[in-house]
């Protein structure tokens, strides 16, 4: 078992850090939430009062972050982490953020001879809860086999993708695709609607017929349809429309930068926008279905 830091316990970090403490880790979290502190300390995780204490005598540490500033303010500079720790502590991040942002985290931790991996995840807050998530890492391939086993207690699919960043570029091409599958099925779904059809029924048909798709298969955004999913609980929870906001411009950026065309990325991207611009931005993704049913706001 490691000694492990873990620092970002939000929607994913906290069940992430959980599974931890439960595989038997020795795990030390930091966050500015005290509830979020407090509920992992219940379960037997330790604290401290800085980022900086909590890393201290640890083998990994372990980092799940809003965006690719919150990733810098924490590594970098005289007061980062990167400064301080000893050579040789792994690093994993599992924040999603732009590839170059983590190549740069990652060029930083080279110089001081500590091994970083960016290992951003796939699979929701459920699967960050049922330690089933999905890891795509980027990194050498010394510094993924050394990290694999403290991943496997949080995940079940463990990638390596390739060297540094590559686990982000990969992350948001996922999650590009994501966005346009949901946004794809609300639209079908609220068509079968108008035309006088049962969700559920129209759900079924579909999830046996070609449309199948992981938005409509499991993770169904029409409300009453599925059980145990944001949609049946009012949208709450999940993950959040600002978050995929933010993918998704990491996704037209890395385009931009790289020439590629991304006309149904860029379209889901505007659908996303004009959908939190309506305050629905701190509901889950699939209240995109909303945008087509106003009335059910």
């Known amino acids: ?26 795990v030390t979290v930091f966050d500015l939430s005290k509830d979020a502190v407090a509920a992992l300390v219940s379960e037997g995780a330790k604290t401290a009062d ?27 500079g005289d007061d980062g982490l990167l400064a301080n720790l000893p050579a040789g502590t792994l690093v994993i991040d599992s924040s999603t953020i ?11 931790a080279k110089a001081r001879d500590i091994p970083f991996l960016d290992a951003p995840v796939s699979g929701g807050v459920g699967g960050a809860k049922a330690g089933t998530l999905t890891f795509i890492c ?18 079940k699919n463990i990638f390596h993708a390739g060297d540094h960043g590559s686990g982000q570029v990969a992350k948001i091409c996922n999650n590009m695709m ?4 949901m946004a ?51 949208y709450e929870g999940g993950f959040l429309v600002n978050l995929m906001n933010k993918d998704l411009g990491l ?6 930068k790289n020439h590629a065309a991304i006309p149904m990325g860029s379209l889901a991207r505007n659908l996303f926008e004009l959908h939190a611009g309506q ?19």
């Open 184 to 234: 794809g099925t609300s639209e079908a779904l609220a068509l079968g609607v108008k035309n006088g059809l049962d969700p559920a029924v129209l759900s079924e048909i579909m999830k046996q017929s070609s449309g199948g798709n992981w938005a409509l298969n499991v993770y169904n955004p029409w409300p009453g349809v599925m059980e145990g999913v944001p949609a049946s609980r009012g």
């Open 50 to 76: 800085t980022a900086h204490e909590a890393a201290r005598g640890a083998e990994c540490v372990i980092t799940m972050l809003p965006a690719g500033q919150h990733v810098e303010a924490v590594y970098l």
């Open 279 to 297: 305050g629905n931005g701190a509901l889950d993704f699939s209240s995109i279905q909303r945008l087509y049913r106003p009335e059910d706001k």
């Open 1 to 26: 078992m490691a000694t492990i830091t873990f620092i970002g316990l939000g929607n994913m970090g906290g069940p992430m850090a959980s599974n931890l403490v439960r595989a038997g880790h020795d």
């Open 98 to 108: 732009a590839p170059e942002t983590a190549r740069g985290v990652a060029e930083e």
């Open 138 to 155: 980027g990194g050498a391939e010394e510094t993924f086999s050394k990290a694999k086993p403290i991943l496997e207690s949080m995940g």
């Open 178 to 181: 994501l966005a346009i599958l």
């Open 251 to 256: 996704a037209f950026d890395n385009a931009v």
